[in-house]
């Protein structure tokens, strides 16, 4: 007759054996992999296969929501020290799309996806006027592309180190246009 080997202390077990998570135990060496003590109860649960006491799981391991306050027990996203039920894991912009798995942008507290960021908080640019995601020039107290940043009147782009004026609509004029 086959012996079982005690998952805890790794010897065969002879007399009393309890078979939990697809493992055997010596019953006095089923505990709970956080606080090691002994589990008796008939209700425990599981973490990384390994069993845990209904306190450590409550304290430790079960994961709040941050959207809807309810515990997580199927898949968790874990984003901006916080847990969230895959589908609450939203972007705090119009489009509500799930993040879950996608770059996103923190603002406030709240997930963004790229387009709803940029859209709502990106500095937009003071030539073209459209959102600005990457390094950006500053002048004429806006912020520009740097591709955006040309002369008004003849569109050559306008160096860092050029001279330029404002018109009275703060865009740029080269020194060769800016008589």
């Not at 998570?21 to 606080?35: D, R, V, Y």
């Not at 109860?41 to 599981?46: L, P, R, V, Y």
């Not at 973490?47 to 941050?66: H, N």
């Amino acid at each position: 007759m086959a012996t079982a080997t005690c998952f805890g202390c790794k010897e065969d077990i002879k007399d009393k054996m309890l078979e939990a998570l697809g493992k055997s135990w010596h019953p006095e060496h089923f505990a709970c992999k956080e606080c090691k003590k002994r589990i008796a109860e008939n209700k425990f649960h599981e973490s990384d296969g390994l069993p845990v006491c209904t306190k450590c799981f409550e304290s430790k391991i079960q994961a709040i929501c941050a959207a809807c306050r309810k515990m997580v027990t199927e898949k968790v996203v874990k984003a901006m020290g916080k847990a969230w039920h895959q589908e609450h894991f939203i972007c705090g912009g119009p489009c509500k799309q799930q993040l879950s798995g996608k770059t996103f942008f923190e603002r406030n507290g709240k997930p963004y996806c790229t387009a709803d960021y940029e859209r709502l908080y990106a500095p937009k640019c003071g030539g073209c006027k459209k959102p600005i995601a990457e390094k950006a020039l500053s002048a004429l107290d806006s912020k520009w592309h740097k591709e955006c940043f040309k002369c008004k009147l003849c569109k050559e782009p306008i160096g860092v180190d050029a001279k330029f004026r404002a018109d009275k609509e703060k865009q740029p004029i080269c020194e060769k246009c800016g008589v």
